[in-house]
């Protein structure tokens, strides 16, 4: 029987966004051992995007081939499929239809591609390397610039019979509600919870507040970061804004619980940044609506990844996962 010494093995993580694509090369405990980035949008196909990750990666790859073993890509990328490999009408992105990715990174680097999308990814990442090591049940959510979900269940993530389960960030939680700007849905938790969701938010209640802090900032520079500093100064419709976002964002935790009793909520991203402001009231209307047998049972746990580096690792967890 041959032993494989996985301390020899390396992976390649990319991640890709609208506008940038992050990569790394990391060792199967997780440590990155060179990373980089392109411009995703500069590159008028997905064929030119690939050559040019290729010709940025190759330097790297030489650098590291002597002794390791170059073992696959894992690709965390907005609707992505990890059942076909492919990208499918991802809305901001340049490439527009479905995308044979997986297949086509596979083609250019000559070794096996694995595909998710970037929420799974960072569910993957933190199951390996980060807070969730040993829970076999838990929700990630990313609460970014929009909120991003990956469920794990019984150890596995959860993909449903077509690969896109998990996307809580759009599930209804104020029917005729707030209109989300890229759907058109009402009332879907993105639209209240993510950082663009609080910027809407406090946008609203300083005109409703003319006394507010938040009347000094320039419209265009509203955001989750300076409203937290309004609210760090004591300024009550500041603390008000995230204490509307934390109820709404503890009532889809509750039906989130409901729905699959995991061991943890492990939350990521800039929002929870703002710490008790939004925690506590998330906390609060998260257990007041849970039944009885589900109260003071699940964790909220802050991700243990660094945020500049947790893209790459989740999608570098696909390597060894897959």
């Not at 969730?132 to 993909?159: C, E, H, P, Q, W």
Request: with cysteine; charged share 20%; glycine share 12%.
């Amino acid at each position: 029987m041959s032993v494989i010494d996985l301390s020899k093995e390396i992976g390649i993580g990319i991640d890709i966004g609208g506008t940038n694509t992050k990569y790394g090369l990391v060792n199967h405990r997780g440590e990155i051992l060179e990373k980089g980035n392109i411009k995703t949008d500069a590159y008028p196909t997905i064929e030119s995007f690939i050559d040019a990750l290729h010709n940025a990666l190759l330097p790297i790859i030489s650098k590291y081939q002597n002794g390791t073993k170059l073992v696959g890509i894992g690709v965390g990328a907005p609707n992505g499929n990890y059942y076909t490999g492919t990208i499918e009408y991802a809305p901001n992105l340049i490439w527009k239809g479905i995308l044979p990715i997986a297949e086509l990174m596979t083609k250019k680097f000559g070794i096996p591609c694995a595909l998710t999308n970037d929420a799974n990814a960072a569910a993957m990442g933190e199951m390996m390397y980060g807070a969730a090591r040993g829970m076999k049940d838990f929700i990630m959510i990313t609460l970014g610039t929009g909120v991003g979900s990956g469920i794990v269940s019984n150890g596995n993530i959860m993909y449903g019979h077509d690969g896109f389960a998990g996307e809580l960030g759009h599930i209804i939680v104020r029917p005729g509600g707030r209109k989300h700007w890229s759907t058109g849905h009402h009332g879907p938790l993105e639209a209240y919870c993510s950082a663009t969701g609080i910027t809407i938010t406090a946008k609203k209640l300083r005109v409703e507040n003319p006394d507010s802090l938040l009347n000094e900032i320039p419209e265009e520079q509203v955001d989750s970061k300076s409203v937290f500093e309004a609210a760090e100064k004591g300024d009550a419709a500041a603390i008000e804004v995230f204490r509307y976002t934390g109820q709404i964002l503890g009532e889809a935790l509750a039906n989130f619980i409901m729905f699959s009793s995991p061991e943890a909520i492990i939350l990521f991203g800039g929002v929870i940044k703002a710490g008790d402001y939004i925690m506590r009231p998330t906390k609060e209307h998260m257990e007041k609506n849970l039944l009885p047998i589900f109260q003071n049972k699940v964790k909220l746990v802050f991700s243990e990844l660094k945020e500049a580096d947790a893209a790459i690792l989740g999608a570098s967890a696909l390597v060894w996962e897959s």
